[in-house]
């Protein structure tokens, strides 16, 4: 094989690991983002025992997206981290915080100690997703660099973009929460993410809309990706699949929980997750579409960023040996702990 085609394919693998990390911990990050509005300390165990036997594996995929990105294309890691120092390591922070108060919340002594232990949960949940979002937000609208070297400020990351791509992370997840919710939990409890669900869904919608109609105008390159023809052509099933998404999740969170619970019951309210999970699959084929095959936009594609030919080979038969062994024992996780949670069980 050739540099180039190695360097796509190392590309292909990181969006993947991305995406992966995305979908996964959004879910459990959502279900703390939702936490204020979850009523009761019985409904919040059960929201949190829903994700107990997954949340901690579901982080693999961003030390795999990370590392990925440091071996296989290094000048890329090497402008882009500067950039946004600082969101990656209040997110960590909050990921690490997160994580503790997880585990503290259900060893808590007292029922004020359990509380202050939700809020720490909820907190780091907040500020995780917000951190992405400004990470995100920050690279999408291009880093300055001159020569082989991050040449922008200290503050770059911050800007009116990259906090509306923020508030959109925190929506999205809290969406990805509640649909979550509304296949693994019923009753009362499903009742009330139904309705969460709902009202982050038209949030969600808002900043995919609100993001799509900023993005062609914040590079000449993004521009001609969605207006020139035939770039428009492959463009335009994106938005058109939003609607139909969009309107599939609506409608099965409408249907979500109506009948006898019955195995075919509990895959049909798994529809609105799954239609949440195509939102965020089209929101990043987008942003896909706009930055290909640029790694550090404006000006760093992936062929400039990648290490050489013999590393990438090297590292790419580790990761076909790796990932389908992570890929495993994840499915394996999911599967053995398929269907609903009841208040009372739980995997602690």
Sequence with gaps: MSAETIATIWAFLIATAVFLYVCMDGFDLGIGILFPWIRGRQDRDLAVNTVAPVWDGNETWLVLGGGGLFAAF?????????AIYMPVIVMLLALIFRGVSFEMRFRAATEGQRRWWDRAFSGGSYVAAFAQGIAL???VQGVEVQGRSYAGG????LSPFSIITAVATVAGYGMLGACWLVWKTEGEMQD???ALGRLMTWLTLGFIALVSMIV???LPQFRARWFDVP???AALPVPVLVVVLAWLLFRGLERAGRSTPT????WRDAIPFGCALGLFFLAYTGLGISMWPYVVPPGITIWDAASPRSSQLFMLVGAAVLIPIIL??????????RGKVRAGEGYH
């Design 216 to 218: 062609p105008f914040l």
């Design 154 to 157: 200290w503050w770059d990351w």
């Design 74 to 82: 290094p000048l890329a890691y090497a402008v882009v981290m500067p």
């Design 328 to 337: 495993g024992y994840t499915g394996y996780a999911y599967y053995l702990f």
């Design 192 to 194: 009330q993410v139904k």
């Design 137 to 139: 937000g920050a690279l």
């Design 263 to 266: 195995t075919s019951m509990v």
């Design 231 to 233: 770039a428009i052509l």
